[in-house]
């Protein structure tokens, strides 16, 4: 489409947004354009006209787009952000923050989503991924999602580890079933997955975890490898855990090209072949 054409959809939208501004890497290189959004209708308006040509941006947490950026339409939740409780449900448009929903729920006495309440995204790309930690997943508390396809219950979801039935698809909202639960006992539950983070997940620019814990910890391979600490241009592995990469002012081709090389030795000295969870964007 041309910039006539874009107009006229009369969705807000710029043109070569960097991606840089959007993730969490605080890298990644201009999209086609990058649009905002703010109904349902607007959102799948968008998903059915450029098809396979656009990519879905939540909080870019699990994103490393490439330094000379993508040829694809972005489209950004930002402004799909409503919460509506009903009862012991709650049904939250695709790019709430999963720190809000924490909140909105702690403040309603709701139990279940407590295991998120630090997971730096949105919910649709909680969902998308089936994401989760504390031995917790999203999955376990899905009510039903609505999406550009159709309309899926749980077992509709085809959820697996790390996994779902919307990677190539757009979901507008989701249902969460929570439980009643005494607000002092959410606290300690807040309290206490709060600290382990602190623990384990060290601070700086990250996508959280690089890699799958397919059948083994990835964090432990790593460092079994000798890598914690291993640096390209500004690109490092965390000394504090291993499956991060923190980005120090370095490049998304650091990162990418630090991710092989972290790959390779693993496989040279464990013979286990890691698998990203990080998505890549562009060509590297």
Known sequence: MNINQLDSLNIKYVLNEPLKNWTTFKVGGPCKAMFFPKNKEELFTLSELFKD?????????????????????????KNLNKLKL????????????????????????????????????????????NGGSFNKTVSD???????????????????????????????????????????????????????????????????GSVFLNDGYFAGKVIDQAGLK????????????HANFIINDGGSAQNIYDLICYIKETVKTRSDIELKEEVKYLGKF
Do not use: W
């Not at 508390?141 to 749980?154: A, D, E, K, Q, T």
């Not at 077992?155 to 002092?184: M, N």
């Not at 640096?231 to 965390?238: L, P, Q, T």
């Open 141 to 207: 508390i899905v009510c039903y999602v609505v999406s550009f396809s159709g309309i899926y219950n749980n077992s509709g979801c085809q959820f697996s580890y790390r996994s779902s039935a919307f990677f190539d698809d757009t979901i507008y909202s989701v249902a969460l079933k929570l439980k009643p639960a005494e607000r002092e006992d959410i606290d300690a539950k807040l309290e206490r997955f709060s600290t382990l983070r602190k623990i384990k997940q060290p601070r700086g620019n990250s996508c």
């Open 86 to 129: 009903n009862g012991t449900l709650l049904i939250c448009e695709c790019g709430a923050k999963n720190s809000d929903i924490s909140k909105l729920l702690y403040e309603n006495s709701l139990s279940g989503f407590e295991f998120a309440h630090k997971i730096p995204g949105t919910i649709g790309g909680l969902v998308a991924m």
């Open 229 to 240: 600490g291993y640096r390209i241009g500004g690109a490092f592995v965390s000394k504090e």
């Open 53 to 77: 040509e656009f990519f879905v941006l939540g909080n870019g947490s699990n994103i490393l787009c490439s330094d000379s950026g993508v040829d694809k339409i972005v489209i950004n939740t």
